[in-house]
């Protein structure tokens, strides 16, 4: 660019010399504008200077065009570029939100089974069940102490159970309680000796502190030892 700039420059004084040159301005014993162009090309001045001037002022104006033209598409570039580091900037910086977004995101996620001991109930009132077995508890939001599942953030969340009973004759049920409410009623007969196995799974969008769990009904029983049989799950989809 500086280089450029200062041959726009002295093209530039050589115009001004050739119109002092043209108007009259300068004469006598004052530099022509052969001597100036002679000087700075290197040639020695000829007799037939006349016929060498025409070309070399040809071709000087071809030569600052040719600079302006590239000082132009040089422009031209920058902007380019300039257009190009925005759009990057901007990309880096939607890549740097959607990290943080990540990093902030909730990590919710479990698996429990229920016991190592065998059968459980059957009772006379409905119980809560408490899974002792805990695979996964991912944010902690699962406690094996009351049975509850509580909800860190506002979100939509999957849960799922398998429930097994070796009782026969009989019906066997589970509950599963989003807060005060039953959401999902589930039954099977075991009509004669062997595993009565159900499951169900739902999607419940939950506020932040409600709580979900496992409910044995009275009268009912549910089975579950070293073999994991009757396992709880969920996880958090995406927050709210
Ligand atoms: C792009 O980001 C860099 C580093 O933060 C900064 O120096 C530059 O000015 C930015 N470019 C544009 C075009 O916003
Ligand atoms: C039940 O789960 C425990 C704990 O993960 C595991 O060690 C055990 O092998 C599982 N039982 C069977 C029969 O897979």
């Known amino acids: 660019m500086r280089r450029a700039a200062a041959f726009l420059v002295l093209l530039l004084c050589l115009y001004w010399t050739r119109a002092q040159g043209e108007s009259g301005g300068v004469t006598g014993n004052d530099i022509t504008q052969t001597e100036v162009q002679s000087e700075i090309l290197g040639v020695k001045a000829t007799s037939d200077q006349t016929n060498i001037t025409p070309d070399i002022w040809a071709e000087l104006k071809e030569l600052r065009d040719m600079a302006i033209k590239h000082s132009v598409e040089l422009w031209k570039l920058e902007q380019e570029n300039t ?26 996620a479990f698996s429990l089974g229920l016991t190592d001991d065998g059968r459980i109930g059957p009772f006379n009132t409905d119980i809560t069940l408490k899974f002792s077995k805990v ?70 969008q939950l506020e932040k ?8 009904p009275a009268s009912s029983s549910v089975f579950d030892d070293t073999y994991n049989r009757t396992t709880f799950n969920g996880f958090l989809l995406f927050p709210l």
């Not at 502190?209 to 044995?216: A, N, P």
């Open 83 to 108: 257009v190009l580091e925005t759009r990057m900037n901007a990309s880096e910086n939607e890549v740097e939100e959607l990290k943080r977004q990540n990093a902030d995101r909730p990590k919710v």
């Open 135 to 204: 695979f996964t508890n991912f944010g902690q939001a699962y406690s094996p102490t009351t049975g509850l599942f509580t909800a860190p953030v506002r979100g939509v969340y999957y849960f799922s159970f398998t429930m097994v009973d070796t009782r026969y004759n009989v019906w066997s049920y589970v509950y599963l309680y989003h807060n005060n409410k039953r959401v999902s009623w589930n039954e099977n007969y075991n009509v004669e000796y062997g595993r009565n196995i159900f499951s169900n799974s739902l999607v419940l």
């Open 209 to 216: 502190g409600d709580v979900v769990y496992m409910v044995l």
